[in-house]
């Protein structure tokens, strides 16, 4: 998984070494938070003071300058297969695939508030498909069955692609694995049909960029007019 601080820098999880990276474009100098071995971190988050890593026993937050790690949310009853996490004006967001639910922790300043349920009453997705999330305001979510979902205010958005190159008969993302939302543009990595495709936030087809590489790719970031996608344990620069 790969994450931008939303300052020039790209930041992963390194399960091997029990660390969070976090790289700078421009000058390539690397800042490093270390945990503890046992730590399971299952996806990041990060703005441009600090960092939160998410473990099937809760949250972890640190900040760039004091890199250290400490529990800010602990995992209650309800938690079963957390597997994304968001942070959004300093709000914290855990999607939970098993519980198809995704669960908003109000930030209190130096903690934070009690578990919510984000989406509205009697709104039950089934979101057990779900492979990526990205929250901007609104909560956009991606499947693996090939199907892109607007959220707002915990409430469904009408959202339909229009102009969109399509793979097959059945008109839905072939293997899409990742997704980054800019102001005015959704790129997500279509590993079936080895592309990147951009469309605007009315669902308009915007472009598409397509290369061999990214079959194998498994997340993506955007910054200005270039996307870093990452392959295995490489990241390369690709120009929009």
């Known amino acids: 998984q790969m994450r931008s601080d939303n300052k020039g820098s790209l930041v992963w999880v390194d399960q091997n070494e029990a660390r969070i990276v976090a790289m700078n474009l421009v000058d390539r100098s690397k800042v490093e938070v270390g945990g ?8 990041v988050a990060a703005n441009e003071t600090d ?6 026993k809760g949250v972890q937050q640190a900040s760039w300058k004091k890199r250290e790690m400490k529990q800010v949310i602990e995992a209650d009853e309800f938690w079963q297969t957390p597997t994304k996490i968001e942070v959004f004006a300093g709000n914290v967001y855990v999607l939970d695939s098993t519980q198809s639910e995704i669960w908003k922790y109000p930030t209190l300043g130096e903690t934070y508030g ?8 009697g709104i039950t997705p089934d979101l057990t498909k779900v492979v990526d999330m990205r929250v901007v305001g609104d909560i956009w979510l991606l499947t ?4 892109l979902l607007r959220y707002s205010r915990g409430v469904p958005v009408a959202f339909a692609l229009e102009g ?3 793979q ?3 008109k839905i993302l072939v293997d899409p694995v990742a997704m980054y939302v ?11 049909a080895e592309r990147i495709v951009a469309v605007g936030q009315d669902g308009k087809f915007a472009a ?4 061999a590489e990214f079959a194998k790719a498994d997340d993506l970031v955007v910054v200005d007019d270039k996307v870093y996608v990452l392959l295995g344990n490489v990241v390369k620069e690709f120009g929009l």
């Open 36 to 43: 503890e071995e046992e730590d399971n971190w299952v996806g």
């Open 51 to 56: 960092v939160w890593a998410l473990l099937p």
């Open 114 to 121: 009690g578990r919510r349920r984000w989406l509205a009453a």
């Open 144 to 147: 693996s069955t090939g199907k």
């Open 164 to 166: 969109y190159p399509y």
């Open 168 to 170: 097959g008969e059945e």
């Open 182 to 192: 800019t102001e005015n543009t959704l790129y997500v990595l279509e590993r079936g």
């Open 208 to 211: 598409q960029y397509v290369n």
